[in-house]
């Protein structure tokens, strides 16, 4: 069976940082991509924030683009985003999603979400 925690989430004002990290665990065999998702107050859907894929290669939403930092430890089965100059419109619930191979077969997993915050 596969986790993903995430951590790091809280109340911070504009302007400040925060850094997420979303560890997996379990039986795995190998990590694919690994994205950050976000789902705003009153809004259905999630929106993917960032990805990195497991050579490295990123991608992030333009709101976020020169703000947000998305990197891994491959090591460690762990990603984070670094989030520099929040702003009130980056609060949600962010969410760690990744593509996981086990037991020979590649499934996507979600992690439970943490709250992030962005008020004076």
């Known amino acids: 069976q596969v986790q993903l925690v995430e951590s790091g989430g809280g109340l911070v004002q504009p302007g400040r940082s925060l850094t997420l990290s979303c560890a997996a665990s379990?039986?795995?065999?190998?990590?694919?991509?690994m994205r950050w998702y976000r789902q705003a107050p009153g809004r259905g859907e999630r929106e993917l924030v960032a990805?990195?894929?497991?050579?490295?290669?990123?991608d992030y939403l333009d709101f976020v683009k020169g703000r947000f930092t998305i990197s891994r430890d491959n090591a460690k089965n762990t990603v984070y985003l670094q989030m520099n100059s929040l702003k009130p419109e980056d609060t949600a619930v962010y969410y760690c999603n990744a593509d996981i191979l086990v037991a020979g077969r590649m499934s996507n997993y979600w992690g439970q979400g943490t709250q992030v915050t962005v008020s004076s």
């Open positions: 990805a990195i894929s497991r050579g490295g290669s990123t």
């Open positions: 379990g039986s795995i065999f190998s990590i694919n991509a």
